[in-house]
């Protein structure tokens, strides 16, 4: 061949197999101004009938893990050193059982920091009546086991005191998971009878 002859370009054709290499989305993006009209259809199909994939699935806890097989929720909250509020509201309120008892619940727990952040005052009322102290308890509560990957994919749930709560990524929080006036800054602690997620506020 002369080296005045016509130089065929590939641009076309390299973009083409990139874009259909990655993916039909890809294929639909990038592939569009070159590919035929069988190609595109294919991509076309292909996009509406893909399934959008849980990418945090990996990486969350759906059953019981081994250490937390012989655990109770009871056990979990007495065993951190961050729930001795908690664990005091929980005895005064009595429903110590209910977490040490079979069943499946999912405990948004407040930290001790989580309270310090109470008024004093408003503290104390709700420490003194103990019908009061139980609906605050009951609502940190939800029946079932609701993990990490379920929070960020939720809307609400209800709580044992019948609340609903609003749960899921919140502008409030920076897109971290928020559990109605409340933000979960550690997810995951896994007992045989639930889990508890740690939240930031008493949830009121």
């Not at 197999?17 to 639909?28: D, F, I, N, R």
């Amino acid at each position: 061949m002369s080296e005045t002859s016509k130089t065929f370009n590939y641009t076309p054709l390299a973009i083409l197999g990139l874009a259909m290499a990655l993916g039909p989305l890809t294929a639909l993006s990038l592939g569009s101004r070159y590919a035929g009209p069988e190609t595109l259809a294919r991509a076309h199909v292909a996009a509406e009938n893909a399934e959008p994939k849980d990418m945090l699935a990996p990486y969350d806890v759906q059953g019981i893990p081994a250490y937390a097989s012989g655990k109770t929720l009871a056990d979990v909250l007495g065993s951190s050193g961050v729930f001795g509020n908690f664990r005091e509201a929980i005895a005064l309120a009595g429903l110590d059982d209910m977490l040490a008892a079979e069943g499946t619940y999912t405990v948004f727990a407040p930290s001790d920091e989580a309270f310090d952040k109470m008024a004093p005052e408003e503290r104390e009322a709700m420490l003194a009546d103990k019908d009061a102290l139980a609906a605050v308890i009951k609502k940190h509560i939800v029946p079932g086991r609701h993990s990490a990957t379920a929070l960020i994919q939720g809307e609400s749930v209800q709580s044992m005191d019948g609340s609903t709560l609003d749960i899921g990524p919140s502008a409030r929080f920076n897109g971290q998971v928020g559990v109605a006036n409340a933000e979960v800054i550690n997810s995951g602690l896994y007992a045989a009878n639930g889990v508890v997620h740690v939240i930031d506020r008493v949830i009121r």
